[in-house]
Nanobody, 127 residues
Framework: QVQLVESGGGSVQAGGSLKLSCVMS????????IAWFRQAAGKEREGVAV????????YAADSVKDRFTISQDNAKNMVYLQMNNLQPADTATYYC????????????????????WGQGTQVTISS
């Protein structure tokens, strides 16, 4: 059974950077997709970035694609989210999630399509 554990959250000022990490343990997936979602207080969970486990293809939400970069180290079963120029609107709990099947075009709005989730890590940006 696959387990995901996030780390790297924290509090920074606007304009700062953070790098989130997600380690996949248990019986790691060799195919499928790993995504970062975030959920701010009172808002729906939204997809931020996703990476193909086997092909390394990446996609990111328009709101972050110029500031956030998703990457992976398959040898370590790790997925990262480098976040630069953070803004107060980026404040949220960030989750790592995985699915073994194909990725739909609307993946960012369909967190239920991802069956494996981490516990989340809090990111707080102050102005």
């Amino acid at each position: 059974q696959v387990q995901l554990v996030e780390s790297g959250g924290g509090s920074v000022q606007a304009g700062g950077s953070l790098k989130l990490s997600c380690v996949m343990s248990g019986d790691p997936l060799t195919r499928g997709w790993i995504a970062w979602f975030r959920q701010a207080a009172g808002k729906e969970r939204e997809g931020v970035a996703v990476i193909g486990i086997s092909n390394g293809n990446t996609y990111a939400a328009d709101s972050v694609k110029d500031r956030f970069t998703i990457s992976q180290d398959n040898a370590k079963n790790m997925v990262y989210l480098q976040m630069n120029n953070l803004q107060p609107a980026d404040t949220a709990t960030y989750y790592c999630a995985a699915r073994s099947g194909p990725l739909g075009m609307t993946w960012m709005r369909k967190p239920d399509d991802f069956s494996i989730w981490g516990q989340g890590t809090q990111v707080t940006i102050s102005s």
